[in-house]
């Protein structure tokens, strides 16, 4: 099973770059990473993954500041968690996350 991920700066209409993430399967951390100048995280297609439940974990507010965002204290959204179930142990699942300080939104991409 393969997992891929791809975060978009929806305020600005870009890749948002420099977003730390962490995969986890329950309290154990499996992968931290950061995204990539397109807003990718190619280090998570290298990771072995079976069947089961699964979170992405994306510090947000630390890459909304780091762009110079204005955020209030605390932030509305500080790390957006995302947990989803792998069914298909042969499967490519990619979740994206596309994001502004006040919203986001995933689906299971292709």
Do not use: N, Q
């Not at 069947?51 to 957006?80: E, K, N, Q, T």
């Not at 699942?93 to 300080?101: F, I, R």
Request: glycine letters at 10%.
């Amino acid at each position: 099973m393969s997992l891929s991920t791809h975060v978009l700066d929806t305020s600005a209409g870009i890749p948002a770059a420099g977003v730390t993430l962490k995969l986890a399967r329950g309290d154990l951390t499996l992968f931290s990473g950061e995204t990539d100048a397109d807003g990718r995280c190619a280090g998570l297609r290298t990771l072995s993954i079976a069947a089961g439940v699964y979170s992405l974990r994306f510090s947000v507010a630390a890459y909304f500041r780091a762009r110079g965002i204005a955020l209030p204290d605390p932030p509305f959204l500080d790390v957006v968690t995302i947990d989803f179930g792998i069914a298909e142990a042969d499967a490519h699942y990619h979740v994206p996350l596309l994001v502004s300080p006040f919203a986001y939104s995933t689906y299971r991409g292709s």
